[in-house]
């Protein structure tokens, strides 16, 4: 089984120097395109490599980049950012990445950034991956120091600056727009789309933010092809991925697996099964602001297709695991929690209506709930949905409790009715807002 | 245009909008909060949600934000779709989990568009029963009340604020459902534009501080159509009164003046009407007790007229009316301007460029569309303030356009058209004596003597067209700065040249008519805009008259013996010592004003005249428009419009004519008829006797307790309501309450529009200008032949003198306009007294800041603290001008250093 990005991540180990990333094979991508790829064709083979964003939406990354104005005549700079301000809740794939190999990002981005005409780059870092930033420091250094950043890399005469932003933490800034706000010193606000970011996007020129694991995926496309990256994978979402399990299994982790394992296999092979005494009741797929899915979908090959048909997106691939003695209205309150404190505050749904879902689960969780009381978390589930709200933050905000209320309604209900919650033993966890 | 259809009814809307803006311009009511007019979209409130179907068998549709929605012809929506107006529902239930419901105790309550929204998304019952977030609130200054428990996180506040007004020192701050809009920490909100939060706000966080001292709702007040008396720009507002006091100034929108805004010192400087120094009833200082009746004062002042020789001061604060009525009076030949030699002849020459030059003057709203701009000694912000806020939407015009068009994105889409244009400005040059607020927006900027800064004109002029005249002994970097400005303003589509009479020289003013004349040449539609001092000194320069200056000799000269002063105070327009001399000599003054101040104290006859609050009359604005305002409140038989007490005391003398005028109109025809100048003028406004179904314009807007309970705590016997001789308004609630002609709106009101939002629906397309066009009617037409040189003159180099310093007149929004400064909160925004140096000179003259430098003009000795700056000539100075506690001097000009006096204590005269 092949793992192209994990395969030089050894756990425990420092990652590879630039000598030995070198040894291995790397940057073999950027001499590649540099010599012989136009950037034009740089584009058409990632599109048809069909490597989809691993940030969550999924989208085509070959496409996503044909929308950037390419030529003289446009705006210039051009800018290439990768997000990895990884801040989903029970989400840790990147950091994996960015401690384990940050060489292979670096090689990424210079990719991207050709494919893109872009001349500026910045990798924007969720400020509590401090060692990653240490790691990545150290990189950057040597790529300047061996040409590969900077001016005229590799004598190509193409010119590429690299730097890296740690951010202050906000769970919006992993929105690609509120990232570029907070990149330019302003709030964390997302912007509306259209125009996107590819047209106007960082300082108002055109720029493109991809996700980490994304941009890793990169040099091996290059140095291997389309048609080999597709066949990394076992259904039709092609390439390799790397899921992670949270929650009470018995080894808990991340992997670099083909794309579409199922979860059944994820979670009894790789995660060792649930621990002794914890029943298996749900699951996150990918980080809090996925659907539930439950035992019915444990077949499920994890890609980007099945689960959205399943009625949950796959996210981040990093799944987090309910157990049965766990509260399932205090977990999502949990989440509710976390969703009602990001939000940027600036449309009036998210604002107000997460608050508002978060006292009335709190209300439940304490055995405080009203019957009514879950006939407003069903309007907020409808009224807080895709396009009702400025962006994804609210929505996404939505998909657990929704799935929640489908799929655990009698645990709501019995909450209600016995005004305490079954499984509250001590005293109810109070937030601090 | 397009075809949309809402509800399945086909509508044809222009295209390049929203759907939003389509929606309220064809007179749908469709609740919204953070979009605005004057500012676009930002898509934050959600309020706006309609139903989108993607073609006539789509039946299920999606929600979309119509202000976010380009217009597309075929597009198919719901307004009036379940979900939709659920969803609106619940974007207000969301917005009112924090509120804290205090409408009863808000000032907004009644004028309130949170309130109006509510009512019409049909939101009724609270399900939130948690805890409300409360905040602290700030002191922001004098101006504006903070309560930020009210707020519902529109973000208008901030984006009017920061990104349209150009503010520092207000944003939003803090996160998720705790924002909090204000400034860093408490203190006075510094922008000149602060007071706008009142009506930009949609609910009662942010509300005018000078109403709450006289507070009254909406509904109470009797409301009229008129026009700001505080600069020359002459921005239409609507002044609100109840029982006998003024309560407050509101914008009354006016396409293309104003629009939807106005300055602190027009909104805020109306206490003056309110004034404790307020004369009530007319004086006789001759009798005992001196407060007298009208008839008895009217005789007075005509046995004063028929025992004496008369000459008539008129004055550019007064109306066009008024001035006429005194000119009549006394006749042409002894009618004098009460303004300063020096001002006089400013205004004449600008009236005459105006005439004359090439160039035409564009309205604000055509500034805001200016891609080039070339300013020359005007700080605008100090004295044209809205002049200012246009300049600052002009700068963004040129890239803004350029950008938007290549990035496809509609006009619209604030944040997304900001994004794109970064801090990229169009080209915007300024050349004054001192720095300005507008600086920080310029390409570039200089500072110099008005002759340095009416050379540099020339030398712009002489680049864009070779034969206007060449200026001799530049250095390189004026050259090159000259040049920059010539190139800029000949790239542009649409040149802009801003002068005016406020650094006082005339030599300025004939650059600017230079350059225009040359861009016109070169076959520029270019725009010259002159400010003028005050309020009416258009109108007052139009009607023509003789200088202060032979009034004064007129008298000492013995070839008069009476004087009869119009709302002037002569110790503003001349030295002291003269104006003292001249008062003394007169055998009788007879005075008209609304306020006492040193004038009327040599007053022997004086006429208790009404403010602008309480008289009809018309302004001519910079522009040359001619604007009508209102009588807002009757006032007693003691207390009338100055043209009133001089038509009455016409008639007592038997004046062949005006003993035939009887009333407004009479005037106002006569004057037309007389004057070819004010053609047209009568037109401006309706007659009196005009009706809409037989009834008049009710100025109080509709009260459910009707005015019968307005005075029932005073006496439960409803008196005869007073009856408008000089205007189709009534003074209450009664008379017609559909939409009154654009000229005489007293207040914005439609049925389920309580607050001034309801402007949408006295406009033609939102955000454009009013049915029936905008009021006011523009008097100056350019001369477009005139493409040759306005002079050859170019001034030499300005020469410091040894011993003297050229002391140049510092204008202060706050502070320098005598109106305004009766008001207590503008006093509180205004500097202290102090004279500005430029360093160098100070070094040399051993002088740091806050120390007193003495010196003399004309006679007239100062001592003031002094301030120092390195952008001011050295061998200029600056003192601020109109400032009380500083006595007049006719600026620019000469101050003579008293070294010996400096040390030595003064007596009162110095300060």
Same mark, same amino acid.
Request: aromatic residues 8%; proline residues 6%.
């Given at each position: 089984?092949?793992?192209?990005?994990?395969?030089?991540?050894?756990?425990?180990?420092?990652?590879?120097?630039?000598?030995?990333?070198?040894?291995?094979?790397?940057?073999?991508?950027?001499?590649?395109?540099?010599?012989?790829?136009?950037?034009?064709?740089?584009?058409?083979?990632?599109?048809?490599?069909?490597?989809?964003?691993?940030?969550?939406?999924?989208?085509?990354?070959?496409?996503?980049?044909?929308?950037?104005?390419?030529?003289?005549?446009?705006?210039?700079?051009?800018?290439?950012?990768?997000?990895?301000?990884?801040?989903?809740?029970?989400?840790?794939?990147?950091?994996?990445?960015?401690?384990?190999?940050?060489?292979?990002?670096?090689?990424?981005?210079?990719?991207?950034?050709?494919?893109?005409?872009?001349?500026?780059?910045?990798?924007?870092?969720?400020?509590?991956?401090?060692?990653?930033?240490?790691?990545?420091?150290?990189?950057?250094?040597?790529?300047?120091?061996?040409?590969?950043?900077?001016?005229?890399?590799?004598?190509?005469?193409?010119?590429?600056?690299?730097?890296?932003?740690?951010?202050?933490?906000?769970?919006?800034?992993?929105?690609?727009?509120?990232?570029?706000?907070?990149?330019?010193?302003?709030?964390?606000?997302?912007?509306?789309?259209?125009?996107?970011?590819?047209?106007?996007?960082?300082?108002?020129?055109?720029?493109?933010?991809?996700?980490?694991?994304?941009?890793?995926?990169?040099?091996?496309?290059?140095?291997?092809?389309?048609?080999?990256?597709?066949?990394?994978?076992?259904?039709?979402?092609?390439?390799?991925?790397?899921?992670?399990?949270?929650?009470?299994?018995?080894?808990?982790?991340?992997?670099? *697996? !083909?794309? +579409?394992?199922?979860?059944?296999? %994820?979670? &009894? @092979? /790789?995660?060792?099964?649930?621990? $002794?005494?914890?029943?298996?009741?749900?699951? *996150? !797929?990918? +980080?809090?602001?996925?659907?539930? %899915?439950? &035992? @019915? /979908?444990?077949?499920?090959?994890? $890609?980007?297709?099945?689960?959205?048909?399943?009625?949950?997106?796959?996210?981040?691939?990093?799944?987090?695991?309910?157990?049965?003695?766990?509260?399932?209205?205090?977990?999502?309150?949990?989440?509710?929690?976390?969703?009602?404190?990001?939000?940027?505050?600036?449309?009036?749904?998210?604002?107000?209506?997460?608050?508002?879902?978060?006292?009335?689960?709190?209300?439940?969780?304490?055995?405080?709930?009203?019957?009514?009381?879950?006939?407003?978390?069903?309007?907020?589930?409808?009224?807080?949905?895709?396009?009702?709200?400025?962006?994804?933050?609210?929505?996404?905000?939505?998909?657990?409790?929704?799935?929640?209320?489908?799929?655990?309604?009698?645990?709501?209900?019995?909450?209600?009715?016995?005004?305490?919650?079954?499984?509250?033993?001590?005293?109810?966890?109070?937030?601090?807002? | 245009?397009?075809?949309?259809?809402?509800?399945?009814?086909?509508?044809?809307?222009?295209?390049?909008?929203?759907?939003?803006?389509?929606?309220?311009?064809?007179?749908?009511?469709?609740?919204?909060?953070?979009?605005?007019?004057?500012?676009?979209?930002?898509?934050?409130?959600?309020?706006?949600?309609?139903?989108?179907?993607?073609?006539?068998?789509?039946?299920?549709?999606?929600?979309?934000?119509?202000?976010?929605?380009?217009?597309?012809?075929?597009?198919?929506?719901?307004?009036?779709?379940?979900?939709?107006?659920?969803?609106?529902?619940?974007?207000?239930?969301?917005?009112?989990?924090?509120?804290?419901?205090?409408?009863?105790?808000?000032?907004?309550?009644?004028?309130?568009?949170?309130?109006?929204?509510?009512?019409?998304?049909?939101?009724?019952?609270?399900?939130?029963?948690?805890?409300?977030?409360?905040?602290?609130?700030?002191?922001?200054?004098?101006?504006?009340?903070?309560?930020?428990?009210?707020?519902?996180?529109?973000?208008?506040?901030?984006?009017?604020?920061?990104?349209?007004?150009?503010?520092?020192?207000?944003?939003?701050?803090?996160?998720?459902?705790?924002?909090?809009?204000?400034?860093?920490?408490?203190?006075?909100?510094?922008?000149?534009?602060?007071?706008?939060?009142?009506?930009?706000?949609?609910?009662?966080?942010?509300?005018?501080?000078?109403?709450?001292?006289?507070?009254?709702?909406?509904?109470?007040?009797?409301?009229?159509?008129?026009?700001?008396?505080?600069?020359?720009?002459?921005?239409?507002?609507?002044?609100?009164?109840?029982?006998?006091?003024?309560?407050?100034?509101?914008?009354?929108?006016?396409?293309?003046?104003?629009?939807?805004?106005?300055?602190?010192?027009?909104?805020?400087?109306?206490?003056?009407?309110?004034?404790?120094?307020?004369?009530?009833?007319?004086?006789?200082?001759?009798?005992?007790?001196?407060?007298?009746?009208?008839?008895?004062?009217?005789?007075?002042?005509?046995?004063?007229?028929?025992?004496?020789?008369?000459?008539?001061?008129?004055?550019?604060?007064?109306?066009?009316?008024?001035?006429?009525?005194?000119?009549?009076?006394?006749?042409?030949?002894?009618?004098?301007?009460?303004?300063?030699?020096?001002?006089?002849?400013?205004?004449?020459?600008?009236?005459?460029?105006?005439?004359?030059?090439?160039?035409?003057?564009?309205?604000?709203?055509?500034?805001?569309?200016?891609?080039?701009?070339?300013?020359?000694?005007?700080?605008?912000?100090?004295?044209?303030?809205?002049?200012?806020?246009?300049?600052?939407?002009?700068?963004?015009?040129?890239?803004?356009?350029?950008?938007?068009?290549?990035?496809?994105?509609?006009?619209?889409?604030?944040?997304?058209?900001?994004?794109?244009?970064?801090?990229?400005?169009?080209?915007?040059?300024?050349?004054?004596?001192?720095?300005?607020?507008?600086?920080?927006?310029?390409?570039?900027?200089?500072?110099?003597?008005?002759?340095?800064?009416?050379?540099?004109?020339?030398?712009?002029?002489?680049?864009?067209?070779?034969?206007?005249?060449?200026?001799?002994?530049?250095?390189?970097?004026?050259?090159?700065?000259?040049?920059?400005?010539?190139?800029?303003?000949?790239?542009?589509?649409?040149?802009?040249?801003?002068?005016?009479?406020?650094?006082?020289?005339?030599?300025?003013?004939?650059?600017?008519?230079?350059?225009?004349?040359?861009?016109?040449?070169?076959?520029?539609?270019?725009?010259?805009?002159?400010?003028?001092?005050?309020?009416?000194?258009?109108?007052?320069?139009?009607?023509?008259?003789?200088?202060?200056?032979?009034?004064?000799?007129?008298?000492?000269?013995?070839?008069?013996?009476?004087?009869?002063?119009?709302?002037?105070?002569?110790?503003?327009?001349?030295?002291?010592?003269?104006?003292?001399?001249?008062?003394?000599?007169?055998?009788?003054?007879?005075?008209?004003?609304?306020?006492?101040?040193?004038?009327?104290?040599?007053?022997?006859?004086?006429?208790?005249?009404?403010?602008?609050?309480?008289?009809?009359?018309?302004?001519?604005?910079?522009?040359?428009?001619?604007?009508?305002?209102?009588?807002?409140?009757?006032?007693?038989?003691?207390?009338?419009?100055?043209?009133?007490?001089?038509?009455?005391?016409?008639?007592?003398?038997?004046?062949?004519?005006?003993?035939?005028?009887?009333?407004?109109?009479?005037?106002?025809?006569?004057?037309?008829?007389?004057?070819?100048?004010?053609?047209?003028?009568?037109?401006?406004?309706?007659?009196?006797?005009?009706?809409?179904?037989?009834?008049?314009?009710?100025?109080?807007?509709?009260?459910?307790?009707?005015?019968?309970?307005?005075?029932?705590?005073?006496?439960?016997?409803?008196?005869?309501?007073?009856?408008?001789?000089?205007?189709?308004?009534?003074?209450?609630?009664?008379?017609?309450?559909?939409?009154?002609?654009?000229?005489?709106?007293?207040?914005?009101?439609?049925?389920?529009?309580?607050?001034?939002?309801?402007?949408?629906?006295?406009?033609?397309?939102?955000?454009?200008?009013?049915?029936?066009?905008?009021?006011?009617?523009?008097?100056?037409?350019?001369?477009?032949?005139?493409?040759?040189?306005?002079?050859?003159?170019?001034?030499?180099?300005?020469?410091?003198?040894?011993?003297?310093?050229?002391?140049?007149?510092?204008?202060?929004?706050?502070?320098?306009?005598?109106?305004?400064?009766?008001?207590?909160?503008?006093?509180?925004?205004?500097?202290?007294?102090?004279?500005?140096?430029?360093?160098?000179?100070?070094?040399?003259?051993?002088?740091?800041?806050?120390?007193?430098?003495?010196?003399?003009?004309?006679?007239?000795?100062?001592?003031?603290?002094?301030?120092?700056?390195?952008?001011?000539?050295?061998?200029?100075?600056?003192?601020?001008?109109?400032?009380?506690?500083?006595?007049?001097?006719?600026?620019?000009?000469?101050?003579?250093?008293?070294?010996?006096?400096?040390?030595?204590?003064?007596?009162?005269?110095?300060?």
């Amino acid at each position: 089984m092949e793992k192209p990005l994990t395969q030089h991540i050894v756990p425990g180990r420092a990652p590879l120097s630039l000598k030995e990333y070198e040894k291995v094979g790397g940057y073999q991508s950027v001499r590649k395109i540099l010599k012989e790829m136009a950037p034009a064709d740089v584009q058409n083979l990632v599109k048809a490599s069909d490597l989809r964003g691993r940030g969550g939406a999924g989208f085509n990354t070959g496409l996503k980049w044909s929308f950037v104005p390419m030529g003289p005549e446009v705006a210039k700079p051009k800018y290439l950012v990768a997000n990895a301000d990884e801040m989903e809740p029970g989400t840790f794939k990147d950091r994996v990445l960015l401690e384990g190999n940050p060489h292979q990002l670096i090689e990424g981005m210079i990719v991207a950034a050709y494919a893109i005409d872009a001349s500026i780059s910045y990798i924007f870092m969720r400020w509590a991956y401090k060692v990653a930033a240490r790691e990545i420091i150290k990189a950057l250094d040597e790529a300047y120091e061996a040409g590969y950043l900077g001016e005229n890399i590799l004598g190509s005469g193409f010119n590429l600056d690299m730097h890296l932003h740690t951010g202050v933490g906000r769970y919006m800034c992993g929105e690609e727009t509120a990232l570029l706000n907070a990149l330019e010193g302003k709030r964390a606000n997302p912007r509306a789309k259209p125009p996107f970011p590819q047209v106007s996007g960082l300082f108002g020129k055109p720029t493109i933010v991809n996700n980490v694991e994304t941009l890793c995926c990169l040099p091996h496309i290059i140095n291997n092809g389309a048609e080999w990256f597709k066949g990394l994978s076992k259904t039709g979402d092609a390439g390799t991925k790397l899921y992670g399990i949270s929650g009470r299994v018995k080894t808990p982790g991340c992997w670099e *697996l !083909p794309m +579409g394992t199922t979860i059944r296999e %994820l979670i &009894e @092979e /790789h995660g060792g099964g649930m621990q $002794d005494g914890y029943l298996f009741k749900g699951l *996150l !797929p990918g +980080g809090a602001s996925t659907d539930f %899915l439950v &035992e @019915e /979908h444990l077949d499920l090959p994890m $890609d980007y297709t099945a689960i959205q048909a399943a009625g949950s997106r796959m996210g981040t691939g990093t799944m987090i695991i309910l157990d049965d003695q766990t509260c399932p209205v205090g977990f999502v309150h949990n989440l509710q929690h976390f969703f009602a404190q990001e939000s940027c505050g600036f449309c009036t749904p998210c604002r107000e209506g997460l608050p508002w879902v978060e006292k009335i689960l709190l209300a439940i969780d304490r055995g405080e709930g009203k019957p009514e009381h879950l006939l407003t978390l069903d309007f907020h589930t409808k009224y807080l949905g895709p396009g009702n709200t400025f962006c994804a933050l609210a929505p996404g905000a939505m998909e657990p409790l929704q799935s929640a209320l489908k799929y655990f309604r009698e645990d709501f209900e019995r909450h209600i009715h016995e005004q305490h919650c079954p499984w509250s033993k001590a005293k109810v966890w109070q937030p601090s807002i | 245009m397009a075809t949309i259809y809402i509800d399945d009814k086909p509508y044809e809307v222009p295209t390049g909008k929203n759907l939003l803006e389509a929606c309220l311009t064809l007179g749908k009511d469709l609740p919204y909060f953070c979009w605005h007019p004057a500012m676009g979209s930002i898509g934050a409130c959600r309020q706006c949600a309609v139903k989108v179907y993607k073609d006539e068998n789509d039946t299920k549709g999606k929600l979309f934000m119509s202000c976010m929605e380009q217009v597309r012809d075929g597009m198919r929506i719901s307004i009036a779709d379940m979900e939709a107006k659920e969803f609106r529902a619940h974007i207000i239930g969301w917005l009112m989990t924090n509120h804290p419901h205090d409408c009863a105790v808000c000032d907004e309550g009644g004028s309130c568009h949170l309130q109006d929204m509510t009512v019409m998304t049909g939101h009724n019952y609270r399900a939130y029963r948690f805890d409300k977030r409360t905040y602290v609130n700030q002191y922001l200054g004098p101006f504006i009340n903070h309560e930020m428990n009210r707020c519902i996180q529109c973000y208008r506040c901030v984006r009017y604020y920061k990104d349209y007004a150009g503010g520092k020192d207000l944003d939003v701050f803090a996160a998720h459902n705790h924002l909090y809009f204000g400034r860093h920490e408490d203190g006075v909100l510094e922008s000149e534009f602060s007071g706008n939060l009142v009506e930009v706000c949609p609910t009662g966080v942010f509300t005018d501080k000078t109403l709450k001292q006289h507070y009254t709702r909406k509904w109470d007040l009797t409301m009229a159509p008129s026009v700001c008396h505080h600069c020359s720009l002459g921005c239409n507002i609507s002044a609100g009164e109840r029982y006998g006091t003024l309560r407050n100034i509101t914008n009354r929108y006016n396409g293309e003046v104003n629009g939807y805004f106005l300055c602190d010192r027009g909104r805020f400087g109306y206490e003056h009407v309110n004034h404790v120094g307020r004369i009530r009833k007319p004086l006789v200082r001759a009798k005992l007790p001196e407060a007298t009746d009208k008839l008895t004062a009217l005789q007075a002042a005509a046995a004063a007229f028929r025992t004496g020789s008369v000459i008539g001061i008129g004055s550019p604060r007064a109306s066009l009316e008024s001035n006429f009525m005194l000119k009549t009076l006394v006749g042409d030949d002894n009618f004098h301007h009460g303004v300063s030699d020096t001002e006089h002849d400013l205004v004449c020459l600008a009236l005459k460029i105006l005439k004359e030059g090439a160039a035409r003057t564009p309205s604000l709203r055509e500034v805001e569309q200016a891609d080039a701009v070339f300013i020359l000694g005007e700080d605008l912000t100090n004295t044209a303030p809205m002049l200012a806020l246009a300049v600052r939407q002009s700068v963004r015009k040129q890239p803004s356009l350029e950008h938007i068009s290549k990035a496809n994105i509609p006009v619209w889409q604030d944040a997304a058209v900001r994004e794109l244009m970064q801090d990229e400005m169009g080209p915007l040059f300024i050349a004054t004596i001192h720095n300005t607020k507008l600086d920080e927006i310029a390409t570039h900027t200089y500072n110099d003597s008005p002759d340095a800064i009416a050379r540099l004109g020339f030398a712009v002029a002489n680049f864009i067209h070779a034969d206007f005249p060449e200026v001799t002994g530049l250095n390189e970097n004026e050259i090159q700065l000259a040049r920059q400005i010539a190139d800029a303003l000949m790239a542009a589509k649409k040149p802009l040249v801003i002068s005016g009479t406020h650094c006082g020289s005339e030599r300025v003013l004939m650059a600017t008519a230079n350059i225009t004349n040359a861009l016109v040449a070169k076959e520029k539609e270019a725009g010259i805009v002159l400010t003028l001092p005050e309020c009416n000194s258009m109108g007052f320069a139009m009607l023509g008259g003789h200088r202060l200056e032979s009034a004064f000799e007129a008298i000492l000269n013995d070839y008069a013996d009476t004087v009869i002063i119009l709302e002037n105070d002569l110790y503003r327009r001349a030295n002291a010592g003269m104006v003292t001399n001249f008062l003394k000599t007169c055998k009788n003054v007879i005075v008209l004003d609304h306020l006492h101040n040193a004038t009327t104290e040599e007053a022997s006859i004086l006429l208790a005249s009404g403010t602008f609050a309480e008289s009809d009359g018309t302004l001519i604005n910079n522009e040359g428009r001619a604007q009508r305002f209102f009588q807002v409140y009757p006032t007693g038989d003691d207390l009338q419009e100055s043209w009133r007490w001089l038509g009455e005391l016409g008639t007592i003398l038997a004046h062949d004519r005006i003993s035939h005028w009887h009333g407004f109109d009479d005037v106002l025809q006569a004057m037309v008829k007389e004057m070819p100048e004010f053609k047209g003028v009568d037109a401006v406004a309706p007659g009196t006797d005009f009706r809409i179904a037989g009834q008049k314009i009710p100025r109080a807007p509709h009260r459910f307790s009707g005015r019968t309970a307005m005075l029932a705590n005073i006496n439960v016997n409803e008196p005869k309501p007073p009856v408008d001789p000089d205007a189709p308004l009534s003074y209450t609630m009664e008379g017609y309450r559909g939409q009154p002609p654009s000229s005489i709106i007293p207040f914005f009101w439609a049925p389920g529009w309580n607050s001034v939002q309801a402007t949408n629906k006295y406009q033609q397309e939102v955000g454009g200008h009013l049915k029936g066009g905008d009021p006011g009617l523009r008097l100056i037409k350019p001369d477009t032949s005139h493409t040759t040189p306005y002079t050859q003159t170019v001034p030499q180099k300005f020469q410091p003198l040894e011993g003297h310093l050229y002391m140049l007149p510092l204008h202060h929004i706050f502070g320098s306009e005598e109106l305004s400064m009766y008001s207590p909160p503008i006093v509180e925004r205004a500097p202290e007294p102090y004279v500005l140096l430029n360093e160098a000179d100070a070094i040399q003259m051993k002088l740091q800041v806050g120390q007193s430098l003495s010196f003399t003009i004309e006679g007239q000795v100062y001592q003031l603290p002094v301030k120092i700056s390195t952008l001011i000539r050295s061998g200029t100075a600056g003192m601020p001008a109109g400032l009380p506690g500083i006595p007049y001097a006719e600026l620019p000009a000469w101050a003579t250093l008293n070294r010996e006096l400096k040390w030595k204590q003064q007596p009162q005269t110095t300060y």
